[in-house]
């Protein structure tokens, strides 16, 4: 299957009115205290199109899809034999799909969506597939901001479950008959997250455990069936299963109960359990971290993992890939059967029919079939030798700088950041993908160039050492907790991981480079630990050099180097500096005017510039007083702001879902 490519024109029809201010050269230009215009602000148009995608279940002849990370979040009707999509609703809350399902009849599908936070509004909608014309409704809301995964009972009951809130996650329950959702309770304190959710006329199962900071004794993977008729819960986790992280997802299929885990530091498993005696099951490991979305053809179980479709033969209790000649699938969000097939939807924007018997497939591209391309939040950004680059779900847009031309890069999962070094492109790839590279001169395609330990899987930031001409990528380990720095030489391929080099509680969020030395700065969200620790490290002799308390009350958000001063800010928008000569801390304030929560830091013209979720601001190098550069920039990021700068020294960063060049001339 072809790269998707976007002419300059569709990006301007896609970005509406902002996209006609960028064609018609028109720019925004913030001034001074005494009125002198600072900097000029070039709008480029959206900065990635596309139908991103994080849920799919199939009805009948049709795939129905829930939309990522894109406004408004919807969902569309891919039906099968014409290959087009024929219908779609869209939803008035939150900004992902990831829980679909659909009731015993087949009249309803139900939606539960993800929030960025809980404002009180509705998280399900239900759609009557019968007048497909009319909008899902809102039926209410889960007392946890996130909806993971919903099951609707054979008589026609919906229990969805999640995560996101304070308290520990619970089993709720609306019934088409009240039209209430219902608290059914608490398993237990484990757990910060239920991603799984299945249920049969007498029971419900929830398959839970932890997602970040690691699980410790009491966050791993949990199975509990919860009696419909006594509303009590009892533990049945497979023994085998409890030192993976998770149960990440749960399917009933006639008689047995079908378990998968997400692994960590183990491979993932898939348990068949016995509905009627649930301690009668049998176990088979699979490969990579995660098994989920089960569907079943013939005697075969078939489910997806992080490296493609898995068959579990039951007749003998073996787990292996499905081979077929066919395109990578990345990012699996639906896994169903239809006439003997496996109907698998793919973060990458399709829709592929595999026969498992005769190795083939045929893939629908959404966007031909007719899914609408809106701009998406974004990720990670980078910019050189004349492109700038946009990280998405499952996709990377670069923009030529010269021609304006924007084109569709195929990337696993998410590109969290990036730089340019070279002329090509270096990413960090979540989820587990490691270290990717691009270069513009030779082809369109990404390569993965190293590849780290499946628990070190949550890329943070990603700068370069010029003197040791490396690559360096901060990273968090969810399940685990603590984090790693990550090397990659792009001249001899060879590329290390060192674990912890904060500490075992900290990730490495921040990292910054200067003669050499890289700068980590620690962060840890959990309640109580260390926090924001400061540490010089060589990353050629993997040896600490030194470090430091910078005295924040909140994580490090971002670091940059000028001369001998390290700025530094925390996610609770504290500014520090660091002599770097003295090994001293030498400046401390509070910017939260400008910057609280996640944020970033670059040199540019001897100037460190920073950006929030809100506003572009800079430091004075002398005072380190910090002033407005674009205010109310409100960047629409999906994991944290960003910003670069090119060789002539423009910066580059979002406003709303566009991406803009701003050229600053501070005090001329």
């Known amino acids: 299957m072809s790269h998707a490519h976007i002419s300059r024109r569709h990006v301007l029809q896609a970005g509406g009115a902002a996209g006609l201010v960028a064609a018609l050269g028109l720019t925004g230009q913030p001034a001074a205290a005494d009125g002198r215009p600072?900097?000029?602000?070039?709008?480029?148009?959206?900065?990635?199109?596309?139908?991103?995608?994080?849920?799919?279940?199939?009805?009948?002849?049709?795939?129905?899809?829930?939309?990522?990370?894109v406004d408004p979040v919807r969902v569309i009707a891919l039906h099968l034999p014409t290959r087009t999509v024929v219908a779609g609703t869209d939803l008035t809350n939150g900004h992902s799909v990831q829980a679909l399902a659909?009731?015993?009849?087949?009249?309803?599908?139900?939606?539960?969506?993800?929030?960025?936070?809980?404002?009180?509004?509705?998280?399900?909608?239900?759609?009557?597939?019968?007048?497909?014309?009319?909008?899902?409704?809102?039926?209410?809301?889960?007392?946890?901001?996130?909806?993971?995964?919903l099951a609707v009972a054979p008589d026609g009951v919906l229990y969805a479950v999640g995560g996101g809130a304070d308290t520990a996650p619970a089993l709720w329950e609306w019934d088409p008959a009240t039209r209430r959702v219902r608290d059914a309770g608490t398993p237990g304190p484990e757990g910060t997250l239920v991603r799984a959710v299945a249920a049969t006329g007498t029971t419900v199962f929830l398959g839970a455990g932890t997602t970040f900071n690691g699980g410790g004794d009491t966050g791993r993977a949990t199975l509990?069936?919860?009696?419909?008729?006594?509303?009590?819960?009892?533990?049945?986790?497979?023994?085998?299963?409890?030192?993976?992280?998770?149960?990440?997802?749960l399917a009933v299929m006639g008689g047995t109960l079908v378990v998968g885990s997400a692994g960590s530091t183990e491979p993932s498993k898939v348990a068949l359990m016995d509905l009627v005696d649930l301690s009668s099951y049998t176990v088979a490991t699979s490969t990579g971290t995660v098994a989920k979305l089960f569907t079943e053809i013939d005697d075969t179980v078939y489910f997806?993992?992080?490296?493609?479709?898995?068959?579990?033969?039951?007749?003998?209790?073996?787990?292996?890939?499905?081979?077929?000649?066919?395109?990578?699938?990345?990012?699996?969000?639906?896994?169903?059967?239809r006439d003997g097939k496996i109907v698998v939807t793919s973060a990458f924007g399709f829709v592929a029919e595999i026969d498992p018997a005769a190795r083939t497939s045929a893939v629908?591209?959404?966007?031909?079939?007719?899914?609408?391309?809106?701009?998406?939040?974004?990720?990670?950004?980078?910019?050189?030798?004349?492109?700038?680059?946009?990280?998405?779900?499952?996709?990377?847009a670069r923009h030529s700088l010269r021609s304006g031309e924007v084109v569709n890069l195929r990337a696993p999962g998410e590109a969290k950041d990036m730089v340019v070094h070279g002329g090509a492109l270096y990413t960090g790839q979540y989820n587990s993908e490691g270290i990717w590279r691009h270069d513009p001169r030779h082809d369109l395609r990404m390569h993965q160039v190293a590849d780290f330990p499946h628990e070190q899987n949550r890329p943070l930031d990603v700068a370069l050492d010029r003197k040791n001409g490396l690559v360096l990528v901060g990273v968090q380990s969810d399940t685990e907790g603590g984090g790693s720095l990550w090397t990659y030489h792009p001249r001899t391929g060879r590329s290390r991981c060192f674990v912890d080099p904060v500490d075992a509680m900290?990730?490495?969020?921040?990292?910054?480079?200067?003669?050499?030395?890289?700068?980590?700065?620690?962060?840890?969200?959990?309640?109580?630990?260390?926090?924001s620790t400061v540490v010089a490290f060589d990353p050629v002799r993997g040896e600490e050099l030194w470090r430091i308390d910078p005295r924040q009350t909140a994580g490090t958000a971002a670091l940059a180097v000028r001369g001998r001063h390290l700025y530094g800010l925390s996610r609770k928008g504290g500014l520090f500096v660091i002599d770097l000569r003295r090994r001293t801390l030498v400046h401390r304030a509070d910017i939260r005017e400008v910057c609280n929560g996640f944020a970033a830091l670059v040199t540019n013209r001897?100037?460190?510039?920073?950006?929030?979720?809100?506003?572009?601001?800079?430091?004075?190098?002398?005072?380190?007083?910090?002033?407005?550069?674009?205010?109310?920039?409100?960047?629409?990021?999906?994991?944290?702001?960003?910003?670069?700068?090119?060789?002539?020294?423009?910066?580059?960063?979002?406003?709303?879902?566009?991406?803009?060049?701003?050229?600053?001339?501070?005090?001329?």
Not at 327 to 334: A, K, M, V
Not at 368 to 382: E, I, S, V
Not at 507 to 521: K, M
Not at 623 to 650: C, I, K, M, Q, R
Request: proline share 6%.
């Open 38 to 69: 600072t900097a000029r602000i070039t709008d480029l148009g959206p900065a990635v199109v596309q139908f991103s995608l994080m849920s799919a279940v199939l009805i009948g002849d049709t795939v129905y899809i829930g939309s990522r990370n």
């Open 102 to 149: 659909a009731d015993p009849a087949g009249r309803y599908l139900y939606a539960g969506v993800l929030q960025k936070a809980d404002v009180g509004k509705p998280n399900l909608f239900r759609w009557d597939l019968t007048t497909p014309g009319t909008p899902a409704e809102p039926i209410g809301r889960i007392g946890d901001r996130d909806v993971r995964a």
């Open 224 to 249: 509990y069936a919860y009696d419909r008729s006594t509303g009590t819960f009892t533990s049945v986790a497979p023994r085998e299963m409890e030192k993976d992280p998770s149960v990440r997802d």
């Open 304 to 337: 997806a993992g992080e490296d493609g479709i898995h068959a579990y033969d039951r007749r003998t209790d073996t787990i292996a890939p499905v081979e077929f000649d066919g395109p990578d699938l990345g990012e699996i969000w639906g896994v169903d059967g």
């Open 364 to 396: 629908i591209d959404l966007a031909d079939a007719g899914a609408p391309r809106t701009p998406q939040t974004a990720m990670g950004l980078a910019v050189g030798n004349g492109h700038v680059y946009v990280g998405g779900t499952g996709t990377i």
């Open 506 to 531: 900290q990730c490495v969020r921040g990292v910054a480079s200067q003669d050499g030395v890289a700068y980590l700065g620690g962060d840890n969200t959990l309640a109580t630990g260390p926090r």
């Open 606 to 668: 001897d100037v460190v510039y920073g950006v929030s979720d809100t506003t572009v601001f800079r430091f004075d190098p002398r005072t380190f007083a910090v002033s407005t550069v674009v205010p109310a920039v409100d960047g629409s990021w999906y994991s944290g702001s960003h910003l670069t700068n090119d060789e002539a020294g423009h910066l580059y960063t979002m406003r709303g879902r566009n991406l803009i060049r701003i050229t600053d001339r501070p005090g001329r």
